[in-house]
């Protein structure tokens, strides 16, 4: 028995550098995004602060769809894998729940092997949705674009990000943020459009290194954030008229560094 033990824990010490045995059974194309900026508050909800306030989460979520690998110099279109939270083609992402429960999806996952991954130089998604499936009647809509927090109507499609905060010394102070295509040309709401002016789909860059075998994301909502003034509007709406105030977060998800690798630049990132 005592040789029997000594052979298991000196297995172990041999397979302190595999990647196998601490990622378990993660595949390689499974992606958690942590937002390092968010704190547990009550009730299983996040908190955040910004500019010296303290804000409860109430949501936060987006839709993630064409991802892509560069490898040599060249674009490779990728899939997700389907689960509840993911069809082939379109990811939902959600992070406004503290607790361990259904309500969050933190993952993203790949269709891609470990070879491949290796051999990029970096990753891209849209945080949006095609025309025809942003636009789709709900009648049509099949998960993940089922979600009635995140759809708009037929005219202005879904929100293809969506953020509530909630001033925690105020709880009547309320900021929303909802970013959805604009311009859309229909006749009532309950219409598809022909065109919409303006897109508002964002895209989403990660340069990597080669040779990284285990995949993790950074997020931060204060960089999000950073400098928009949560007091000017209560609610800033992509898909209608708004305050001059709600383009700065377009500027900040388009401009600011929100979202990057985990580890230092010189592992994840080409010089």
Known sequence: MKYALFSIFFTLFLCTGCDSFFTGDRDPGDIPIT????????????????????WRVNYLAFYLSKPELKVEGRWIPLKFV??????????????????EGPQNN??????????LLKRATELRFNMGL??????????????????PT?????????????LELQNTRQPTTIWSFLLASGGCNADSDNEVPTRCDYPNR????????????????????QQ??????????????????????????????????WI????????????
Request: with cysteine; glycine share 2%.
């Open 35 to 54: 937002f390092t900026d968010l704190s547990k508050g009550a009730d299983c909800g996040y908190e955040v602060t910004i500019d010296k306030d303290i």
């Open 82 to 99: 389907p689960n509840k939270w993911q069809s082939t083609d379109i990811a939902f992402m959600a992070f406004h729940q503290a607790c």
């Open 106 to 115: 933190e993952h993203i996952v790949l269709d891609a092997n470990e070879a």
């Open 130 to 147: 095609d025309f025809d499936e942003n636009h789709a009647p709900r009648v049509a809509q099949v998960p993940p674009l089922d979600k």
């Open 150 to 162: 995140m759809f708009q109507s037929t005219r202005a499609g879904h929100n293809f990000f969506r």
């Open 202 to 221: 964002v895209t989403v860059d990660l340069p990597m290194a080669q040779n990284v075998s285990t995949l993790n994301l950074k997020a931060s909502l």
């Open 224 to 257: 999000i954030l950073f400098r928009v003034n949560l007091k000017a509007v209560a609610e800033c709406n992509m898909a209608h008229d708004h305050d001059k105030s709600c383009e700065k977060v377009m500027r900040n998800l388009t401009e600011r560094r």
């Open 260 to 271: 990057h690798w985990d580890a230092p630049e010189k592992v994840y990132l080409k010089s």
